[in-house]
Each structure stands twice: as C-alpha cells, then as structure tokens.
C-alpha cells in the first residue's frame, strides 16, 4: 500500500513496521516479507474487527504523508473488495475511512458506527 503512489516516505514506513510488530511480526519477518511478498488472497481477515483494524492501519498508512494518490485509492478500494464488502459501497467506504483518519476517529469508534 505504502509504495502505491511511487513515494514511499519515511514517515510511511515507520508506520509499516509499528502495524507489523502490533500483529506480532518482527522487523526481521517483515523484511523478509517485503523482499519476498506473499499471495495476499490466500489470508484475508475473517471479522469485522480485523477487516476494520487492517483496512483502518492502510488507510493510516496512506494519509501519513498528507495526500492520497488515485493508485493509493484504487489500491485501498481493492483490498475493501478483496475483504469482502460489497462492491457497490466500496467508494462509500473508502471515502468514509480517509475521512475518519483526516479527522482522528479511532477504531473502536468506527466499529461502534458500523454496529449501530
């Protein structure tokens, strides 16, 4: 996700490492998964506090610089897809993420929305 907009940033790599050591990955596994990507598709989060936790961490990830390039868009579009959302309120839930990011809305708090 972070290399989506051709400006991988400092800032953006940071965050990379704090959300895989929040999941229990070391610096050194991640490394080795960024040397050596693994097939997405074959683990996607089964809840919808994890779906919400990742999608959440991405999002987080994308507006650490400031922005959101359209390939960082589409990129988060894919995996709210791949996540299985349905497709017709992907944008709804894009644009609903970045804006709970720009604003400082936590997790919890957008799982309270979701549920209520």
């Known amino acids: 996700m972070a290399v989506c ?6 800032l953006e790599l940071k965050m990379l490492y704090k959300c ?3 999941r229990g990955i070391s610096s050194r596994n991640l490394d080795e998964i ?5 097939n997405l598709k074959s683990w996607v989060p089964q809840t919808i506090e ?3 936790d990742y999608l959440y961490d991405l999002t987080a990830m994308i507006w650490a610089d400031g922005t959101v390039s359209p390939n960082e868009y589409s990129a988060l579009q894919k995996y709210v897809v ?3 959302f349905l497709e017709e309120n ?3 839930i894009v644009d609903y993420l970045i804006e709970a ?15 209520n």
């Open 20 to 22: 895989a050591e929040e």
């Open 5 to 10: 907009d051709d400006d991988f940033s400092a």
């Open 50 to 52: 994890e779906k919400v």
């Open 82 to 84: 791949m996540f299985g």
């Open 101 to 115: 990011v720009k604003t400082g809305k936590n997790k919890s708090e957008i799982l309270y929305e979701l549920k």
């Open 34 to 38: 960024l040397m050596n990507p693994i």
């Open 90 to 92: 992907t944008t709804a």
